[in-house]
């Protein structure tokens, strides 16, 4: 096992501690629940540890819609007027899918799912085996696991979870990563180097951090929006024709690349009357004029 851990902790910048909790909970036979915002390496995880063990990782989106079958399957409707109903013309769900496959199901904002989809999920969970009406009973593969995650930040649509939910799951709540790790992903991710791209690379990193400190925003960017604004700074430098980070240009043309890549991303506090744009100059200016040591490259 460790030598597994060692194997997908390559494919990871840092998330060393997140990575073994997970893996030991997982390999223990059990499921869990990630609790974090979104981007913090939460699929990324879990994409290295079923390519590691060779088995398919399904994805769902956890809402109001999600009916218990859409999660189990269905009959295929046509063929069960010509055919009446049989195991054959039935279409698995991401459930059954997962659990006949051995993988792992990803129910996404879990919490959002209805009440019954739930209760079908912790059976499913419970037995390692689920009855599906006019097929039979489906058994699940030893490497089947539910994974679920939650976003903390997440208070509108959300089921209040019963106690008993949360009797039968494990938690792991993540974080953001420290801002050296978060420079290591966006370098990872963007390709970015070269005076140019190693400065922008810091000052993406810290504007983008500051949205998750600034008193009118409830819920700031994760390091996604760092990786778009480099990647759409890198773009405009070249069609502004700016080649260095002294350029006098440099600055604004960063804060320009933020509106793009940051306004969408950031989730203002419902009693605040400004606007995200307004928002953003104040980071930026924090950022740049203010403390501009805080600026300097290295
Ligand atoms: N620890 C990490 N190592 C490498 N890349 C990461 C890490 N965390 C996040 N990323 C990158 O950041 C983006 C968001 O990560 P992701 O795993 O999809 O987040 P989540 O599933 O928690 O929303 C992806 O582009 C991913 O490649
Ligand atoms: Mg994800």
Excluded at 6 to 20: F, K, N, P, Q
Excluded at 273 to 287: A, F
Aim: proline share 5%; aromatic share 4%.
């Amino acid at each position: 096992m460790a030598a597994t851990r060692t194997r997908i902790a390559a494919h990871l910048v840092g998330r060393g501690r997140e990575l073994e909790l997970t893996l030991a909970a997982v390999a223990a036979g059990r499921d869990i629940v990630l609790e974090g915002p979104p981007g913090t390496s939460k699929t990324t995880m879990l994409k290295a540890i079923t390519a590691e063990w060779g088995i398919p990782l399904l994805f769902v989106e956890g809402n109001a819609d999600l009916t218990p079958s859409k999660l189990v399957g269905h009959h295929n409707p046509a063929r069960v007027l010509r055919e009446d109903y049989s195991a054959d013309n039935f279409v698995a769900g991401p459930l059954v899918e997962a659990m006949q496959s051995g993988g792992f199901l990803y129910i996404e904002e879990f919490n959002r799912a209805p009440e019954d989809t739930l209760n079908t999920l912790l059976t499913a969970m419970a037995d390692r085996s689920i009855a599906v009406p006019r097929v039979g009973s489906i058994a699940a593969l030893d490497t089947f696991r539910v994974i679920a995650s939650m976003n903390p930040y997440d208070n509108l649509g959300t089921t209040r979870l019963s106690t008993s939910v949360h009797d039968r799951l494990n938690r792991l709540a993540i974080g953001y990563q420290d801002d050296d790790a978060e420079r290591g992903i966006v370098s990872l991710r963007t390709g970015a180097q070269g005076p140019l791209g190693e400065v922008l690379i810091g000052d993406a990193v810290a504007l983008t951090r500051a949205t998750r400190d600034h008193p009118d925003i409830r819920q700031g960017s994760s390091v996604r929006g760092a990786i778009d604004c480099v990647l759409v700074a890198g773009r405009l430098a070249e069609l502004r024709g700016i080649e260095d980070p002294g350029d006098p240009r440099y600055r604004e043309m960063v804060y320009d690349a933020m509106v793009v890549t940051l306004s969408g991303r950031i989730h203002l506090d419902e009693s605040a009357e400004t606007t995200p744009e307004r928002v953003l100059r104040e980071i930026w200016e924090d950022h740049f004029v203010l403390s501009p040591a805080a600026a300097a490259p290295g």
